[in-house]
């Protein structure tokens, strides 16, 4: 279990434990946190699982491939420290982790 | 109005597979797309990107999967109707009727909801201010190029649709393209061609930055763009051309009375209705327990699905389970000798 922090533009958050081995997306949608729609599931084909990452973390994190950067451009108001959730993978070394969602994801 | 035995709204793999299952079955079909083509996500979202999971197939893409599903339901002559949205739903005693947003109505016993995620439709640019001068000024697609000659053109976007139609709009009118990044993503070579351009001065290119307004009087008039290290700049543009990709939009189906799970439709999975009866729902946006939505879960779907809808269409005939390699009925309708 590993606590991950999820803000909503308004700066609600919502801490929470996620298992090892989730993405940070399937946190999110498994414990009803608001502002992540993951529309394709996961696949990395449709960006509405959009999240920004504390400046600290996002150079912390592994890098992004280039086809989850590709498909940030198709995000709602992509910025420098743009992710998708569905690609962070969720393990010790994250705890604490803090994501902010972006005022909507389409 | 159109009648036939099923309405099919998507033309995703899931669709494309149920005009097989129905016309083997003897029932004849219709399918609509929102898009300009078959396909659906895999046409759209990965047409280059191999599948590793349609089982036989060990490796295909998108596009290629797509290509052999329309081959394989080629003898039925299903008409497909594209860049149609359907718009409204409505029930007439036994059967539904179907209405797009160009007017076409369709009639069937059986309605199947092949829908993915919804239906595509443009990204749009986030400020407010740009909704006014839709159709106007501001453009997602390029319907007819004459309406862009001689004209200061501001083109968003990264891809392959930003780079193409940069190149061949800067024929006749001054374009600035623009993208949040560096990097662009299109294909190499027009990429060059464009950078060939900046060099001649046709095309000026400005990253990494976004639109922070719109500046207008009666027309636009000129945009304000906003580079990464704060530094702002105003561009004279009177047409402004977004290619920010395709999202997926639930749409109209939310209202017509099916039982939502957020964006998908709950059906029973023995034969894949909703709770209307004579809708059905398949592949990725039908949900029920332990649903994948992989491909594969989508063609035994509409398999299932067929079997009721036969029961409707054809309810004085006795549905018999027939396999293609035996079946010479089968065989005929697939054009075998």
Redesign the interface.
Known sequence: MTKITYKDYQGNSKTIDVDNGLSIMEGAIQNEIPGI?A???GAM????CHVYVEENWFNKLPKAEASE??MI??A???K?NSRLSCQIIVSNELDGLEITTPEKQ? | MKKTDAIIIGAGPVGLFAVHQLGIKGLSAVVIDNLDKAGG?CIE??PDKPIYDIPAVPECTGEELTKRLLEQIKPFGTELFLNERVDEVNKEKENWIVKTNSNKEFMAPNIIIAGG?GSFEP?KI?LKESEKFEGKSVFYAVKNKDNFKNKNIAIF???DSALDWALELSKFSKITLIH??N?F?GAQHTLSEIRKLEKEGKVSIKTPCQIVSLESEKELKSITIKY?DGKTEKIPTDVILGF??????LGPIAEWGLNMDK?TIAVNPENFETNKKGIFAAG?ICSYPGKL?LILSGFHEVALASVECFKRARPNEKYRFEFTTSSKTIQDRLGKK
């Open positions: 729609d529309d394709c599931g084909a449709c960006a509405t950067i590709d451009d198709m709602y108001e992509p420098k389409s | 996500q979202l990965y995620v990204r986030s976007g990264g891809g949040r990044r990097e993503r990464d920010f990709g395709l999202i997926m939009k964006k990725d939505k």
